[in-house]
């Protein structure tokens, strides 16, 4: 099936300094209240950095286990440098599925997830923390002189395009601009991506990540190199997100579901090989490649130490009980080793 996202353009907005684009504010809040997801082209996106960006993790993923073992740290729940495959599984939801049309249900979890992942940090460091752990210092891989500039460049677009459209979905829900983003001051945001050897998991159906939801406020990704997102709106149906080039597609991460008191849901999601890719994946293991599948993933986190809980017009005594306050480090913490990031 496909779901068509309107894609939302945020240039009247910035253009304007935030003075018009309201039918945009409306519609970027309608989107996440309806699906979970905003789909959006910032004209402050230059074409250049995205695929500066998928160039660079394709050279790092490819590079032996040996080289990209330093870069590893277990022992803080992989929340920087390099996560290897099979480390991550999501939780097994029998009860969310169990409600999905048979059409739409996720492919089943039997592993953990082959896909590998890098973590780059970036955004500031919070003055004092509680959960120094999940603020950690930056991991610089060794081989790669160009890597804080293209991950720079990339977060930074990253960032300020988060940040700009949690303004419009506040000013769409008829809140001050900074209602989401106060939360998002000193969060530890991580560059994200993943990358997954189609050589190895390329066959039609593969889990790359199997279905699930994400612990931070939101997600943001452009196009990755091969297709095989695939998303569930609220009412369960699912479909194959498309990016178009200079989009960006953020979705709902359990954070920004916390403090809305559940009117935006955090959107579920499955990454699979399909059949789409193998074309272009047999010609790059024709040409003696390896195909890589490298997603731009860009994960926007609450501050650990920031109080989650239902604000302005979600405040209500109902969202309260549903969402009892939390520390978003605590919150992060649990789901990490719902996910066996953190094992104890
Ligand atoms: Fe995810």
Known sequence: MSVDLPVIDLGAYLRSGGKEGSDACAAVARSFEEV??????????????????VGLMERYFAQPEAVKQPDCRAEIGYQVGWTPSFIER?????????????????KPVLTADPKERFFASLGKK??????????????????????????????????????????????????RADLFTTFLEYGPHLLAPTGSDLSKYGAPDTVLAGFHDDLNFVTAHT???YPGLRAWTRTG???????????ILVQAGQQL????????????????????????????IANGRVPWRISST???????????????RFATDEAHSKYPSILAGDQ???????IELVRN
């Open 237 to 247: 149906e699912s479909f194959f997100a498309k990016v178009p080039d200079g989009c």
């Open 36 to 53: 979970g997801i905003a789909l959006v082209r910032d004209p402050r996106l230059p074409e250049n950095i995205p695929r500066r960006f």
């Open 223 to 225: 196009q990755s190199n």
């Open 257 to 284: 579901e916390y403090v809305t008191g559940g009117a935006i849901l955090c959107g579920l999601h499955e990454v699979l090989a399909v059949e789409a890719a193998q074309e272009k994946m047999r010609s790059e």
């Open 126 to 175: 919070p003055p004092t923390t509680k959960f120094d752990w999940l603020n950690p210092d930056p991991v610089m891989p060794q081989a790669f002189p160009e890597w804080y500039d293209v991950t720079g460049a990339w977060s930074t677009n990253m960032i300020r395009t988060v940040y700009t459209l949690l303004e419009m979905a506040a000013r769409g829900f008829g809140e």
């Open 90 to 106: 999501p939780r097994v939801r029998p009860e969310v599925v169990a409600k999905l049309a048979p059409e739409h249900r996720p």
């Open 298 to 312: 860009l994960f926007a986190h609450a501050t650990s130490d920031a109080t989650l809980l239902p604000v302005g």
């Open 332 to 338: 992060v913490a649990k789901e990490l080793e719902a």
